[in-house]
């Protein structure tokens, strides 16, 4: 008989994590554990960040006893022909493993790369589920260069078609990374408006997944913990851009990925999509800009956690919180308000018509329509 205060609950979380400032230079042991030295290392990377520091060059030398394939044709927000085309050059290449270094955009489309090119069909075919994954992909190391998509920890990949006005999504346990290096030095090129938006992204991840109707103890723990980071550190990460507080939002994202692997992001991102594909608005601006007004539609629900949430955030009660994080974003450079994004009053049926309502769903108070357009109008 089940007792009514013990919780049921399943964890699981495949991708080992090695971090530490300058554990990139592990890449090539990592490499050669996974598939042997000498194998074929597909690279997916940014277009030119790595290689104006000379971390490409660094990282190209270090696997000299392999044979590598560059590929850096990445777009920001991926789209499915963008992967089917990198899927093409891993296989004409005869990669036995793929590597990401990069942000949120190059991790996405080399997880794609990496289990479309053990497949038949397109990226497209998989993301409206036109075909299903029969078996595991290529071993897959990620390595970020921002903090925040934390891709590097996931099961999933985000794609993208803004002409269409369409969002994808492909994943499942057969995609997750196997490492996940996570350096923080790696960060420290990050923008003032990068470091806010990716950080903003894994934060509001981190409440998404506390208040989840799946949510469960270790989530819990790890959310508490990420939230408490980012709420010392992102302002600091963003507007000084030390190392020690990068170094603290860059584990904070990785924790954040794990984390909502099991209790998934859900209302915010459900808005955020819409956001990005109507109006162009960054992921973690786009994300952001609803989570304290979700936040006050679910604190009530999950009272009996709040106590915690508070002390996270340094704050006493709901308004202090919901302060707290118009301040965060304020300081860093991110709007608070969505007029202050553009956007007006006609706006919010848009946004409304085009959420993914089963994004919704895991919120821990049911929303109907007209309490989403009245939470949309309050924040406008």
């Known amino acids: 008989m089940q007792d009514q205060f013990v919780p049921n609950f399943a964890w699981h979380h495949p991708t080992r994590i090695v971090y530490g400032i300058g554990k990139l230079r592990d890449l090539p042991t990592e490499v050669g554990n996974l598939t042997g030295h000498g194998s074929s290392v ?15 060059q660094n990282v190209l030398e270090g696997l000299s006893e392999f044979e590598v ?41 080399a997880k794609a790369v990496a289990i ?8 497209l075919e998989y993301a409206t589920r036109q075909r299903e994954f029969q ?19 996931t099961s999933g990949s985000a794609l993208w078609d803004l002409e269409g006005k369409k969002h994808y999504g492909i994943g499942g346990p057969m995609m997750f990374p196997e490492v996940a290096i996570v350096d923080p030095d790696l960060t420290m090129s990050m923008s003032t408006s990068l470091a806010a938006n990716t ?13 989840n109707r799946d949510s469960q103890p270790i989530s819990d723990a790890l959310d508490i913990d990420v939230i408490r980071a980012f709420a010392t550190n992102l302002e600091r990460s963003a507007i000084q851009g030390d190392m020690e507080s990068r170094a603290a939002c860059a584990l904070a994202a990785s ?39 979700f936040l006050r539609h679910a604190a009530p629900a ?43 009053e006609r706006d919010i049926d848009t946004i409304v018509e ?25 924040i406008l």
Not at 42 to 56: E, K, N, Y
Not at 116 to 123: P, Q
Not at 136 to 141: A, M, Q
């Open 354 to 378: 085009n959420t993914i309502w089963s994004r919704i769903d895991p919120l821990p108070e049911q929303m109907d329509r007209s309490q989403l357009r009245a939470m949309l109008a309050s």
């Open 199 to 211: 950080g903003m992204d894994a934060f509001t991840s981190a409440f998404e997944s506390y208040w």
């Open 69 to 109: 394939t560059v590929y850096n044709d990445v777009r920001p927000f991926p789209s499915p022909a963008n992967v089917d085309s990198a899927v093409e050059e891993c296989k004409a290449a005869s990669a036995d493993i793929v590597v990401a270094i990069g942000g949120g955009s190059a991790m996405d489309l």
């Open 302 to 344: 999950i009272a009996h956690k709040t106590d915690a949430l508070w002390n996270a955030l340094g704050v006493s009660d709901l308004d202090a919180a919901v302060e707290r994080i118009r301040q965060i974003m304020s300081r860093c450079g991110l709007e608070t308000t969505l007029s202050g994004l553009g956007l007006a």
């Open 42 to 56: 597909f690279l997916v990377t940014g277009r030119s960040s790595l290689q104006a520091r000379g971390i490409l």
């Open 255 to 293: 924790m954040s990925g794990a984390a909502y692997s099991n209790s998934r992001p859900n209302a915010c991102h459900a808005i955020g999509g819409p956001l990005t594909l109507y109006w162009g608005i960054e992921h973690g601006q786009a994300v952001g800009i609803t989570l304290g007004g």
């Open 116 to 123: 479309l090119a053990v497949h038949e069909g397109t990226a």
């Open 135 to 153: 078996r595991k992909g290529l071993p897959f190391i990620a390595a970020p260069t921002t903090s925040g998509s934390s891709s590097e920890v």
